[in-house]
């Protein structure tokens, strides 16, 4: 199962920061998300893409997580030689993290 | 308690400009606000000013106040935009020019001023973020300075009875917070109120983000009728707290999941979402399906504003050159990837100095580079090589190597495009807010 089955998500930019929400579709898997989408693991499956920290923020409410990743555009929205200078696409790229959920 | 409406006529300069009208039409507004300009867009404006006084100002706005104020007028809508970009006077001046010719006699226009603080930073206080150094140890050619102002001008200009507010460098909530404050007559220290006003604004800032744009997947999230997606409406109460609608008969929906979504875009730290006029705190906010297209937003907060406002320096950068070829069907990728290998060694070869090289398969590599590699042949691929460089005429040599490809490169190349651009980019500061005085200018039809 990959986190897409369970979750979506939106990325933002700011600079050089690009943020990406984790949302629980069902308030159930709220859990898992607060358990396995750890800031370390979002660091990892991003790679080479993201060059500084990532720092989670959790709001519990409304079942969502929020990932700040730092140095991740190239240099900033408005210098970056990206195809998506914005990292737009990025939302994607976390939705295939892998999730162990029993059924 | 009583209730205001206000509604999102745009939530980026080329926004579709028909939701609007249908909203000014059929909403109920008290408010209609546009939001239109993107961080960059401010210095090429300073830019088009600097060669004729007059210019400066949205190029769209010709078109959407020509849409929407006779009907605005008519059912007493009053509309609030940073369209003014680099010059609100001249785009007051040029909407006055448009009231006149409908036949809007009496219409009040607002221009608001204070952003442009070019003349005001100190070059050796001014502190820039992103190279820690100050402005002038800043090597290179500033074109722009705007501060990121609150909602106290547009709040006075609506005071003073204006029709339409234009600004240049606003915070795109401070648009939404500032009629809130208006009207509900809130205190520029009641932190919890402007809190939640901010919160509103942030929901509404980004027009269909919230209403099902941006949200689609299909089978996951399918989002109904997208071509007729309508722009949000705020109900909003007294006390900040609001309900997010739209129009019946528009396309997409407004449910927690497009809210929460939204609620987060651009957001850093929940608790700190840090504004010219309060620091507004979206950690505790709670989000309601109430009915069909109905969501209520309840529980915002905020904190003490900084004493500080964001400024944004516009600059000319670099100059960037582009190319681009396809390649398809069999050992597509192969012949890509040999024509990137090709280009880098001409680069070395005809001796262009670059500050950055990008060489990149769009369709295999070009978003996540390898990381999400897999090992699927594509059908086609785009090969797309891009490169910073100080000067134009280098940058032009670029997308002509690309294009030398055809006779001198893999098989079956097609398609070239090239493009060479002057790159203007941003960075930021921060500027005690007593540094700048903001104030307005009224006209009338």
């Known amino acids: 199962m990959q986190l897409r089955d369970i979750a979506h998500s939106r990325t933002g930019d700011k600079g050089n920061i690009s943020n990406i ?72 790229r976390l939705l295939t993290l892998p999730i162990d959920v029993q059924r | 308690m009583r209730t205001i409406r206000i509604g999102t006529g745009a939530g980026f300069s080329g926004d579709r400009i028909e939701p609007a009208v249908d909203l000014a039409e059929k909403g109920d507004l008290d408010y209609l606000v546009f939001e239109c300009l993107a961080e960059r867009t401010i210095a090429l404006a300073q830019q088009a000013k600097m060669h004729d006084s007059n210019a400066g100002f949205d190029p769209l706005l010709e078109r959407r106040m020509r849409a929407v104020l006779p009907i605005c007028r008519e059912k007493g809508v009053r509309v609030i935009s940073n369209m003014g970009a680099a010059n609100p006077v001249a785009a007051a001046k040029h909407t006055i020019k448009i009231a006149r010719e409908l036949g809007l006699s009496g219409l009040r226009v607002a221009a608001v001023q ?76 009641d932190w919890t109120r402007l809190g939640r006003g901010t919160l509103v604004g942030h929901l509404l800032e980004c027009g269909g983000q919230v209403t099902g744009g941006y949200f689609a997947d299909p089978r996951l999230k399918d989002v109904p009728d997208l071509a007729n997606l309508g722009f949000p409406i705020a109900e909003v109460d007294e006390d900040g707290n609001a ?70 320096i516009g600059y000319i950068d670099s100059c960037v050159g582009e190319g681009q070829i396809s390649y398809a ?57 891009v490169v910073r460089t100080g000067d134009m005429q280098k ?51």
Not at chain 2, 356 to 372: H, Q
């Open chain 1, 21 to 92: 929400s984790v949302i629980a579709y069902r308030p159930e898997d709220w859990p898992v998300l607060l358990e396995q989408v750890t800031a370390e693991r979002v660091r990892d499956h991003f790679g080479p893409l993201i060059a500084g920290e990532v720092v989670r923020y959790e709001l519990p409410q409304i079942g969502a997580l929020n990932f700040v990743m730092y140095e991740a555009l190239g240099g900033g929205v408005t210098r970056s030689l990206a195809l998506d200078p914005h990292g737009k696409c990025l939302s994607s």
């Open chain 2, 243 to 312: 309900i997010i609608t739209k129009l019946p008969g528009t396309g997409g929906f407004v449910n927690a999941a497009t809210c929460k979504e939204q609620l987060l875009y651009e957001v850093h730290d929940p608790k700190r979402y840090i504004q010219p006029d309060v620091i507004a705190d979206f950690s505790a906010v709670e989000i309601t399906e109430v009915g069909p297209d109905r969501v209520a937003v309840s529980n915002g907060d905020g904190l003490p504003k900084t004493g500080s406002l964001k400024v944004s």
């Open chain 2, 114 to 189: 204070g952003d442009n603080v070019l003349d005001v930073l100190s070059p050796d206080e001014f502190v820039i973020e992103d190279t820690n150094c100050t402005l002038g140890e800043f090597q290179k050619d500033v074109i722009s300075a705007n501060a990121y102002l609150g909602a106290e001008g547009i709040v006075d200009a609506l005071r003073a009875g204006a029709d339409v507010v234009l600004t240049g460098r606003a915070a795109d909530p401070a648009m939404f917070l500032a009629p809130q404050i208006f009207e509900f007559g809130w205190q520029m220290d």
């Open chain 2, 329 to 385: 069907g069999p050992g597509a990728a192969e012949r890509g990837q040999l024509a990137l290998d090709i280009l880098h060694q001409r680069i070395d070869q005809i001796g262009i100095a670059c500050d950055e090289v990008r060489g990149e398969l769009i369709g295999v590599n070009s978003i996540f580079k390898d990381v999400a590699a897999t090992d699927c042949a594509p059908s086609e691929v785009r090969v797309r090589f």
């Open chain 2, 395 to 445: 940058a032009a040599r670029i997308g002509e190597e690309v294009e030398s490809l055809y006779l001198n490169g893999p098989a079956g190349g097609g398609g070239v495009t090239k493009s060479s651009r002057e790159i203007v980019a941003i960075v930021s500061g921060l500027l005690p807010e007593d540094r700048l005085t903001t104030r307005f200018e009224m006209m009338e039809a």
